[in-house]
């Protein structure tokens, strides 16, 4: 038996992608898991996976750039699940551009979601976890965060939230509390779809031409970047703090 089975996580921007199959996986792993996502009705499909496994998890819809609405989330799931110990922030959005065209709104909103964001909800978390004398916070990075042609906004995002993590572990390491980032590589999401689209590239043929670049000769799926954030989250993980992980099949830095 997990000795982790009575732990709540949280997943922000769970009702697809990455998100969407770390709350599965944490699931899994016996945790009870809060689905958060802009769109609470989005988050239902997630949240019926991990019901229809036996596993126990609700749907909440959150602006994780907004204070009061993450306040009102994180006090939801404390009510309905029990005081969150593991938070995985992996909200995010892409507004992509080059540099001259980019416009304020472009910056804002990708600087708000990533890195408000996750300021936001691991403030409002980490008094759970301080409490409990137990938290494992995962933000997700990537490896846009060394810099890519017409993410400067992203990858400014990104790099800063490496930056974020390593200053919580800091902070919160004598509570018990460790601080980790998972920065994927190219993964197979609505997000690279996009990015495909965005250059005028068949998603196909846009993860083809990827994949060669890539040491393992593959893109990567949701569920290799669950594999990495079980992991953090886990007791094993426990002397593991401050630690930015590339998942990207091949070595990036």
Known sequence: MSTTEQRVAIVTGAARGIGAATAVRLAAEGRA??????????????????????????????????????????????????????????????????LFKMSDSDWDTVMNVHLRGAFLMSRACQKHMVDAKFGRIVNLSSSSALGNRGQVNYSAAKAGLQGFTKTLAIELGKFGVTANAVAPGFIATDMTAATAARVGMDFDDFKTAAATQIPVQRVGNPDDIANAIAFFTGDAAGFVSGQVLYVAGGPLC
Do not use: F, H, M
């Open 33 to 98: 898991v809060a689905v958060l996502d802009l769109d609470e009705a989005a988050c239902k499909e997630t949240v019926g996976k991990i019901t229809a496994a036996g596993g126990k998890a609700v749907a909440i819809g959150c602006d994780v750039s907004d204070s009061d609405q993450v306040a009102a989330a994180v006090e939801r799931v404390a009510a309905e699940l029990g005081a969150p110990t593991v938070l995985v922030n992996n909200a995010g959005v892409l507004r992509d551009n080059l």
